[in-house]
């Protein structure tokens, strides 16, 4: 069973950096797909990235490539995802999922969502 969990969420200034993990804590499964989505206030949730099980195949939503870096430690059971040049838009409730599908980025495709981690940027 996955059992994941955000952390590292907080609030930062356009323009500055920062990281947020999800942690598997649940029994160890391997082979899944983790993506991250985002719901800001009034807004749909929203693709951010996804990162297979290898770590190899990356895939990121149009708003956030080339800013955003996602990378994982299955050894720690954690995926990490690096925001850099954080806009105002950026703020969102971001949460992290699992797939069983390689190189899922559909949100139907994804289940065991962790409870999200707040990330506000100030202009």
């Known amino acids: 069973q996955v059992r994941l969990k955000e952390s590292g969420g907080g609030l930062v200034q356009a323009g500055d950096s920062l990281n947020i993990s999800c942690t598997d804590s649940?029994?160890?499964?391997?082979?899944?797909?983790t993506g991250w989505f985002r719901r800001a206030p009034g807004k749909e949730r929203e693709f951010v990235a996804a990162?297979?099980?290898?770590?190899?195949?990356?895939y990121y939503g149009d708003s956030v490539k080339g800013r955003f870096i996602c990378s994982r430690e299955n050894d720690k059971k954690t995926v990490h995802l690096r925001m850099n040049s954080l806009k105002p838009e950026d703020t969102a409730v971001y949460s992290c999922a699992a797939a069983g599908l390689d190189g899922a980025t559909w949100r139907g495709d994804f289940g065991s969502w962790g409870p999200g981690t707040q990330v506000t940027v100030a202009s």
């Open positions: 990162i297979n099980w290898n770590g190899d195949s990356t």
């Open positions: 649940g029994r160890v499964v391997k082979g899944y797909t």
